[in-house]
């Protein structure tokens, strides 16, 4: 799955592409690489929906501070941005109601 | 195991690093904790890792961080990236956790170097997906090589010039450079003017960033107001108005930046009392000139004591260490001031510029005063209309808005809209900021799991059953 996304790598990946999924749909990216910024490149601009209205909201901050780009790893609630990639993650949006911290 | 050090840093920015080589170089044993997975904080983010193309990009100020950052590497200070600290006890127990595995440390002093955030700008559509901070589009650049294009960038302050010379370097300029600063902030700022020439060294630098902008051609708009976000689940364009007419510029990212405030949660965690400073329109930790709060042991030191940038930053942090150093005993007053003169000295040097970039950018004022309908605390959706409502039935205080409506109490704990809240209700009551205070930050101030705390009471009881 590639989509179009106003996020482009500037060179490419000299080490490994990995394979992961994101709501179920294969992804390629980066091994080592920080998550946020690699699901942007990769056209993901949803990573989590808010409690309150369900809005859907992307990375913020990318220092950790903002909790914008929370989503599931594994089952665990992540902040992306605070996260590498690793082989096989399955990463899910985040909203109440779909995981160990809801 | 409990393990005890005679200083604790927290964060591994130009302040922490610095803190922690000077400490370790007057043989007081050093634990560094940092978030990051890599030394240098924001500001020197991932330059270890980075590459010739990325380098030329960024430009020697980023760069010349390198040697900082390797200069961490030695034996005698134990250096844990990845370390979430969520707790700070009885001003010398740390709690943090690497991987999913939480640990505890003593300390005989506390460096909390935890730097900088960026200025919440909440304008209407800010929620959107797509709008982020100036400073997170650099950080995609400095960690991941990933540049945004179709991009606007709105607000004020000498961040703004940087990025987009960064973008206009990288080949990817945006759109076009809304900013928010006003002839009459130029003209104000002159009074400062003489300070400047004693820092010259950065306004040269930001003539320099202009020049590189205007010969790309980048559309700048100066004295920007009304400044909104449009899109449904998505940013598809941005607003605003010159001062002469309203215009509509479609784009796929918005990047907000109107300066940088010091990230305070560690320190107010800790009790520490922090105060309105008019000039950088934020608060400030209350800190000797050595960066020694009011409690015992406890230090501040980079950005998070003020902003005054990295290079203030580095400086600070070795004031902080030569006291502490002098408070542990590894050395006498009068050593510890021979060696504060010279850093004392260049950090005014440094500081010189200070008041007259404040002046000259200073926070965009629909902004600071958003219209009713503009969220304000994005975590749990609380609008500016929200907050004068709350202060309409009498709340004073933003620990009152919490019980009225929730802000303030979503996963980031308040960095995003505390001091939106503080000034809309000082604004409101008509009662100054200080008056008015901050929401009280509480431990955990970093999300740890239920399985982290388990894992942790475990190792305790194994200990005191050995």
């Not at chain 1, 990573?47 to 665990?76: D, H, I, Q, W």
């Amino acid at each position: 799955m590639k989509i179009a996304s106003d996020f482009r790598a500037l060179e490419p990946s000299d080490t490994t592409q990995v394979a992961v999924r994101f709501n179920d749909a294969p992804l390629k990216l980066t091994k080592g690489e920080n998550l946020a910024a690699q699901l942007l490149a990769a056209g993901v601009l949803q990573f989590r929906k808010t409690a309150v209205s369900g809005k859907p909201r992307s990375p913020y901050c990318m220092m950790g501070a903002c909790f914008e780009c929370l989503v599931f790893v594994n089952g665990t609630a992540r902040q992306a941005c605070m996260t590498e990639v690793t082989e096989g993650m399955e990463i899910v949006m985040h909203t109440v109601g779909n995981g160990d911290d809801a | 195991m409990m393990r005890d050090f005679d200083l604790v840093v927290i964060g591994a920015g130009p302040a922490g690093i610095s803190g922690a080589i000077t400490a370790a170089n007057e043989g007081l044993s050093v634990l560094l904790l940092d978030e990051q997975p890599r030394a240098g904080g924001q500001i020197y983010r991932n330059v270890e890792r980075t590459n010739q193309s990325r380098s030329e990009i960024l430009g020697s100020d980023y760069t010349k961080g390198l040697g900082l950052v390797q200069s961490l590497n030695r034996a005698d200070i134990e250096h844990i990236h990845g370390a979430n600290v969520w707790q700070i006890e009885n001003q010398n127990t740390v709690y943090y956790s690497v991987n999913g595995t939480a640990s505890v440390c003593r300390a005989k002093c506390i460096l909390l170097a935890t730097g900088a955030i960026e200025r919440p700008m909440p304008v209407p559509g800010w929620t959107l997906p797509g709008v982020m901070t100036a400073g997170a589009a650099q950080i995609l650049l400095k960690q991941s090589g990933i540049v945004c294009e179709n991009a606007v960038i709105a607000g004020s302050g000498p961040l703004l010039y940087l990025v987009a010379a960064q973008m206009v370097r990288a080949g990817t300029p945006p759109l076009a450079l809304l900013e928010t600063q006003t002839k009459t902030d130029f003209l104000a700022s002159m009074r400062y003017v003489t300070g400047a020439l004693r820092g010259a060294s950065y306004l040269v630098k930001g003539l320099s960033l202009l020049a590189e902008i205007r010969k790309a051609r980048v559309p700048r708009y100066v004295g920007v107001t009304d400044i909104a976000i449009d899109g449904h689940d998505k940013v598809e364009g941005i607003s605003f108005n010159d001062g002469r007419k309203k215009h509509t510029i479609p784009c796929g990212t918005a990047l907000l930046h109107h300066g940088v405030v010091p990230n305070t949660q560690a320190a107010r965690s800790v009790g520490v009392k922090h105060q309105w400073n008019d000039q950088q329109h934020c608060f400030v930790p209350e800190v000797d000139l050595w960066g020694h709060t009011a409690s015992d042991g406890i230090y501040v030191a980079g950005d998070g004591a003020g902003i005054g940038g990295a290079n203030v930053a580095a400086l600070t942090g070795e004031l902080a260490a030569l006291d502490i150093a002098r408070t542990l005993g590894a050395l006498s007053e009068s050593e510890r001031d021979k060696k504060a003169a010279p850093i004392t000295q260049k950090r005014n040097r440094e500081l010189a510029a200070r008041p007259f970039i404040d002046r000259a950018y200073p926070p965009y004022a629909n902004a600071l005063a958003p219209e009713d309908s503009t969220i304000i605390c994005r975590c749990e959706e609380v609008t500016a209309g929200d907050i004068r409502q709350y202060a309409k039935l009498g709340c004073i205080g933003p620990n009152q808005t919490k019980a009225f409506g929730r802000s303030g109490m979503g996963p980031c704990q308040g960095r995003y809209c505390g001091l939106a809240v503080t000034e809309i209700l000082a604004a409101e009551n008509q009662i100054s900021p200080d008056q008015t205070g901050y929401y009280r930050i509480r431990p955990p101030i970093k999300p740890v799991t239920l399985g982290e705390l388990v894992g942790l009471e475990l190792t305790e009881e194994k200990e005191s059953a050995e």
